[in-house]
Nanobody, 120 residues
Framework: QVQLVESGGGLVQPGGSLRLSCVASGSIFDVSAMGWYRQAPGKERESVAGVTSGGSTNFADSVKGRFTISMDNAKNTVYLQMNSLKPEDTAVYYC??????????????WGQGTLVTVSS
């Protein structure tokens, strides 16, 4: 009923920048919140940043001051701007959305993930 499609991952050198995008589509009435998670090899998935449709944001301590998150409500899209990237930011980044369907039921949906590799 709802699909999330992420883009923007890739290989970047330490200190570089990347911008991830995630678009929600399907039987959507509205999207109340979107966020990014990441999972590095051998580690558990962790929250990176989140944003609500009202503009409230939250960030993991490890990315504060380096990452920003924004949401375009009209396009059901969330962006993660990642600056000053470090090798420890290497992970698969997943988008998550809290969506109210046209049926008015609420669901949480995950994207398929996009790989970010920070290496020289």
């Amino acid at each position: 009923q709802v699909q999330l499609v992420e883009s923007g991952g890739g290989l970047v050198q330490p200190g570089g920048s990347l911008r991830l995008s995630c678009v929600a589509s399907g039987s959507i009435f509205d999207v109340s919140a979107m966020g990014w998670y990441r999972q590095a090899p051998g580690k558990e998935r962790e929250s990176v940043a989140g944003v609500t449709s009202g503009g409230s944001t939250n960030f993991a301590d490890s990315v504060k001051g380096r990452f920003t998150i924004s949401m375009d409500n009209a396009k059901n899209t969330v962006y993660l701007q990642m600056n000053s990237l470090k090798p420890e930011d290497t992970a698969v980044y997943y988008c998550k959305a809290t969506v109210r369907l046209v049926s008015r039921s609420r669901v949480e949906v995950w994207g398929q993930g996009t790989l970010v590799t920070v290496s020289s």
